[in-house]
């Protein structure tokens, strides 16, 4: 089992940067990726970007915030991040931190969710 919890959530302006983080503990030391997804109102969650815990930190990201998000990892600390940049109202989501062990096919953790709202 692991435990996940996001930071970083908060309400910026378009155009804005945001930070999210997440810190893993627990069963973490078969981890294969973390990620993020987001939800917004009414709609369903999606991801967001993984990155793989081996060592050539594999990136992948949705078309949507390709060329402005950035994901990065410390595996020491079994933190993710995701720095946000130009954000636009459409990135108005809660935002969840996600895992992926080794055993598993893709995303079998999240957390909480973190609030992040872009007014216009």
């Known amino acids: 089992q692991v435990q996940l919890v996001e930071s970083g959530g908060g309400l910026v302006q378009a155009g804005g940067s945001l930070t999210l983080s997440c810190a893993a503990s627990?069963?973490?030391?078969?981890?294969?990726?973390m990620g993020w997804l987001r939800q917004a109102p009414g709609k369903e969650r999606e991801f967001v970007a993984r990155?793989?815990?081996?060592?050539?930190?594999?990136?992948y990201y949705a078309d949507s915030v390709k060329g402005r998000f950035t994901i990065s990892r410390d595996n020491a600390k079994n933190t993710v991040s995701l720095q946000m940049n130009s954000l636009k109202p459409e990135d108005t989501a809660v935002y969840y931190c996600?895992?992926?062990?080794?055993?598993?096919?893709?995303?079998?953790?999240w957390g909480q969710g973190t609030q992040v709202t872009v007014s216009s």
């Open positions: 990155i793989s815990w081996s060592n050539g930190a594999n990136t």
């Open positions: 627990g069963r973490t030391f078969d981890t294969y990726s």
């Open positions: 996600a895992h992926q062990s080794r055993s598993q096919g893709n995303f079998g953790s």
